[in-house]
């Protein structure tokens, strides 16, 4: 099993819809975790961090469950600007660090 | 600030050669990586710095040295180039273990 997997894809959502991405993780013992954006032919940009209480910038809402040890990321009124690939994020620390990445969860926002 | 810069952007090799992908950051991060990003395997860790003169492995080291004399600085190392180290390269820093990382803009090699 992979330490972070997330559905590929692609999700070719309409103009102004809602969408969501789940990203699960198998190691308990992960302590931080981000949502990343990359766009084609691009470097990973961090999108936002993910917190206990769930957070929420704009139109994106992240929340962490760690008893089900699931991620996920919610983006309303989507634009057509959100096209992109979404990379989930986990970090751990066992005295030096461990961050792993999700394959990537393509969008395709559709006019 | 500049961010995290790399050179070059993209690379031709040919198998056998050796070549050094270069990467600087002026944010005086401590914290500083190497990626590898090929399709439908995400981004792997190849080597990684937590400060000047402190390297260490990460997930696919093999055929890449690193070292890093200053803080600014994080050359990756390709000593014998193989067609399996086609890939795009990423560096990134950050200033602790725990907060999120900058990447740069990659490096896109080939090796024939």
């Known amino acids: 099993r992979k330490e972070v997997e997330q559905d590929p894809g692609p999700f070719n959502v309409p103009e102004g819809a809602t969408v969501a991405f789940n990203c699960t993780y198998s190691?308990?013992?992960?302590?931080?975790f981000f949502w990343y954006r990359q766009d084609c032919r691009k470097e990973p940009k961090l999108l936002m961090s993910v917190y206990s209480s769930g957070n929420e910038d704009g139109r994106f809402t992240a929340q962490l469950n760690r008893a089900s040890q699931y991620i996920s990321l919610l983006i309303r009124d989507s634009k057509l600007s959100d096209s992109a690939t979404y990379l989930c994020?986990?970090?751990?620390?066992?005295?030096?660090?461990?961050?792993?990445f999700g394959t990537g969860t393509r969008l395709t926002i559709i006019p | 600030n500049a961010g995290v810069t790399q050179t070059p952007k993209f690379q031709v090799l040919k198998t056998g050669q050796s070549m050094t992908l270069q990467c600087a950051q002026d944010m005086n991060h401590e914290y500083m990586s190497w990626y590898r990003q090929d399709p439908g395997m995400g981004l792997r860790l190849i080597h990684y710095s937590v400060g000047a003169g402190i390297t260490d492995q990460g997930e696919v080291p093999n055929g890449y040295n690193v070292s890093r004399s200053t803080t600014e600085d994080f050359p990756l190392r390709l000593l014998s180039a193989a067609p399996s180290q086609t890939s795009v390269y990423f560096c990134?820093?950050?200033?602790?273990?725990?907060?999120?990382?900058?990447f740069g803009p990659g490096t896109r090699l080939l090796v024939l």
């Open positions: 994020v986990v970090n751990r620390f066992f005295g030096n660090e461990k961050l792993t």
């Open positions: 990134a820093s950050r200033r602790t273990a725990q907060e999120t990382q900058y």
């Open positions: 190691n308990s013992a992960s302590q931080s």
